[in-house]
């Protein structure tokens, strides 16, 4: 039996202009180029040129010349249904599948030879037969990005007996390991690091040079104190003194980690094209927009022209009204287009001088001390936008100054409060905590406890844990493994 129920849902809903005007907002300068050719390739009602002025007479044609049967409705959209799609036979972004977070991928380009394909080349300079040639290249296939194999070799051997019918033991397998462990990069196909730093130290020149003896030493018989930097309990297990413990690890912390890592094929790259440029004229900062954020666009007259002698005709023709439709289409995309990247530039100006006249000091100066606290909340209140515009903003754009390219996300920060009551930006912290780190005694590094104390002298209001936070995000190690001898 059927029944008839009223439901109230509270759902968001957008126009199509202003989802074209979002993903537009979100894109990086370096993509939005190419959006624009693409827009180019699929509308041919849109054009390069400065747009050409209307008549009043003209825009109210334009708008008003429909029939009722050819209008589209203007009542909201619901997001859920458009944002992934289509409208009007224009295509909004890329594929079907959009996210917001597109702009952030990086593109992989070719460069050379991959790792692996170097490998299989120095592999066939070695006299192998059919069979060991099988098993080399089945190790070299799980040697993974860093040049490490961490697949166990019984795993090996049961991969190549089911795929490759090829029936090995593990003496066989490490034989051929071993030699491939001679390739270059130096330490390639190692297991774990201690092997990898291993290779490396077995294969330096002069190998009875004490230096390297004692190096190999503490990796074969001390790596787990090594590891942990307790030296006086390595020189107490070999029996060396002060100045060839140094040497030793000076020798072994000069060792590539990662041998993998260098010779990678595919390099991930990304090249920063600022979006706004600042200038600084005897104190007066002035924003510009990149030259590639203002492109020249117009609806093309010659298609007005061809929908202005459709609509004069005869209407009673399917086809014809059908030509009309797909006609109007076109149109309406090529100016929602064009509207947006206005409606882009206009909201990226205004973005970026509320953050300019909010960090006028650090701009002025480049100081990061200068730097004020700042959330994009205030931001969205100075310039009276929702916060989810100000962070598309500033989540994929930058900006150049004499002082370097920032992007816009560097300047935004929580705020600490010092003992005279002033809030300044966690990134003054940081930078103070960098410093200290930097200008301590390496021999006896300074603890996290001691770090807060100093803090807390300097006037900063900061928690242990918070110091924490702070050192880890700076990358900086416990004071334990910043010892140096």
């Known amino acids: 039996m059927q029944k008839l129920n009223l439901s109230q849902i509270l759902s968001q809903k957008l126009s199509p202009q202003q989802i074209q005007f979002i993903k537009l907002l979100q894109v990086p300068t370096a993509e939005l180029e190419a959006r624009v050719e693409e827009e180019l390739e699929i509308n041919p009602a849109l054009e390069e040129g400065r747009e050409e002025e209307r008549t009043e007479s003209e825009d109210m044609d334009f708008e008003d010349s429909y029939d009722d049967d050819l209008r589209y409705d203007d009542k909201d959209i619901n997001l859920e249904d458009y ?101 270059d990069p130096s330490g390639i196909a190692a297991r774990n690091l201690q092997e990898c730093l291993l290779i490396q130290l077995e294969r330096k020149e002069h190998p009875d040079d004490p230096s390297i003896r004692n190096a190999i030493r503490i990796i074969n018989d001390c790596f787990d104190e090594f590891t942990k930097k307790h030296y006086p309990k390595i020189q107490k297990k070999l029996d060396i003194g002060d100045e060839e413990i140094k040497e030793a690890v000076n020798l072994i912390t000069r060792l590539n980690p990662k041998p993998g890592g260098i010779s990678d094929g595919l390099v991930k ?67 929602w287009f064009i509207d947006a990247i206005k409606q882009r530039q206009q909201t990226l100006l205004k973005t970026m001088q509320a953050i300019l006249d909010y960090q006028q000091e650090f701009f002025l100066e480049g100081d990061e001390t200068k730097l004020k606290p700042m959330i994009l909340k205030d931001i969205a209140e100075k310039i009276e936008m929702d916060i989810s515009t100000v962070s598309r903003v500033a989540n994929s754009k930058s900006i150049q100054t004499e002082f370097g390219i920032f992007p816009l996300k560097y300047f935004f920060s929580e705020g600490i409060t010092t003992e005279s009551g002033e809030d300044v930006s966690n990134k003054e912290v940081k930078s103070v905590l960098q410093s200290m780190v930097d200008q301590e005694n390496k021999k006896k590094p300074l603890s996290d406890d001691k770090l807060v104390k100093m803090l807390n002298d300097k006037g900063y209001n900061i928690a242990r844990r918070t110091v924490a936070k702070y050192r880890e995000q700076l990358q900086i190690p416990v004071a334990r493994l910043r010892k140096e001898l």
């Open 269 to 335: 790259t990304q090249y920063i094209i600022p979006d706004f440029i600042l200038s600084n004229t005897d104190g007066k900062l002035e924003i510009s927009l990149n030259s590639k954020n203002a492109p020249e666009l117009r609806v093309s007259r010659s298609y007005s022209e061809m929908f202005d002698a459709y609509d004069k005709s005869d209407k009673k023709d399917k086809k014809l009204k059908e030509t009309v439709t797909f006609v109007k289409q076109k149109l309406d995309a090529a100016k």
């Open 83 to 183: 944002l992934n799609d289509d409208y009007g036979g224009y295509k909004m972004q890329g594929d079907g599948n959009y996210s917001p977070d597109e702009e952030d991928r990086e593109i992989p380009i070719s460069s050379g030879i991959s790792l692996h394909e170097q490998l299989l080349t120095q592999l066939g300079f070695l006299k192998l037969d059919d069979r060991q040639k099988v098993i080399g290249k089945q190790l070299i296939g799980s040697i993974e990005s860093d040049g490490y194999i961490r697949r166990d070799l019984e795993a090996i051997i049961n991969d190549l007996a089911f795929s490759q019918n090829v029936e090995t033991d593990i003496d066989e397998v490490e034989e051929i390991l071993r030699k491939i462990q001679s390739f």
